[in-house]
């Protein structure tokens, strides 16, 4: 049986988050000491889906140089020097049996031209989601889910949290109530989406293609794109104000993505 793969866009210039993204990329800034990428990986692999593609872009580099030193920051090892320096690591980590390819997608490519140029690595149904959200999302489910419509795509939807508490008044201008940032009617793409192969041939326009337009308006056109409704929690990191809400979550010891 063929691992699913996991396709994380990581090349996005974050420009929203310039205060940390400035000198690094978006998914490599940390929540809680670890790149949020660590948490969407470890979410992804807790569950089963342990085979990752990342999709890289602007400064692309930072990537190489976690996933290459991986062993030797994340481990207590002994150093033999000499010319022929020995290297014993001593304590195995979580993360042990990723398995994770590193592709060069361009700095300035689309969401949907960075998926097409990571089809070479991609050998069946796989995954897809942003390298900035989290959530406690049972991926599980989303891929029976997936897998009993029969449709090309599925893409995980939610309910969003207002960012401003909502006052109801009457005719006369008078307060009734307040409301501290309630949940929204409508449902918005998180992300985290099941795709078929075939969903590859939807991806034209070179470069320039965005996935949630032309791709994804057209799937839904033809009957091939179904909604995962996802009524837990979801956190997107845009701006600093967000960034430091996230690590205030994790400091808390009730991380909701925490499932490992």
């Known amino acids: ?3 699913p793969k996991v396709v994380l866009l990581c090349g996005g210039l974050g420009t929203r988050l310039r205060e940390e993204t400035e000198y690094r990329p978006k998914p490599m800034v940390e929540v809680g000491g670890r790149p949020i990428i660590w948490h ?4 992804h692999a807790q569950q089963g889906f342990s085979e990752f593609v990342l999709a890289l872009g602007y400064k692309g580099n930072a990537f190489r140089e976690y996933f290459l030193n991986y062993e030797a920051m994340n481990s207590d090892f002994t150093v033999t020097l000499g010319p022929r320096t020995n290297v014993h690591l001593h304590d195995a980590h979580g993360e042990t049996g990723y398995r994770v390819t590193l592709a060069e997608t361009g700095a300035e490519t689309m969401t949907g031209g960075r998926i097409r140029r990571c089809a070479r690595y991609l050998d069946g149904t796989f995954l897809a989601t942003y ?9 599980r489910k989303l891929w029976q889910f997936h897998r009993s ?23 006369r201008g008078q ?5 501290e940032k309630p949940v929204m009617d409508n449902w918005v793409n998180i992300g985290f989406f099941v795709f078929e192969p075939k969903v ?17 308006e057209r799937l839904a056109a033809e009957g091939q794109l179904c909604a995962y409704q996802h009524d837990g929690f979801f956190f997107a990191m845009d701006t600093y104000r967000e960034y430091k809400e996230l690590n205030e979550i994790w ?9 490992w």
């Open 149 to 171: 419509h029969g449709k090309l795509a599925t893409v995980t939807v939610a309910r969003p949290r207002s960012r401003f508490g909502l006052i109801e008044i009457d005719e």
């Open 200 to 216: 590859l041939e939807y991806l034209g326009g070179g470069d320039s293609c965005i996935l949630e337009r032309e791709p994804l």
């Open 40 to 43: 969407l990986m470890k979410i």
């Open 131 to 139: 390298g900035d959200g989290l959530a406690d999302i049972d991926l």
């Open 175 to 179: 307060v009734q109530r307040f409301t």
């Open 251 to 259: 400091a808390s010891g009730q991380a909701p993505w925490k499932i």
């Open 1 to 3: 049986m063929i691992t």
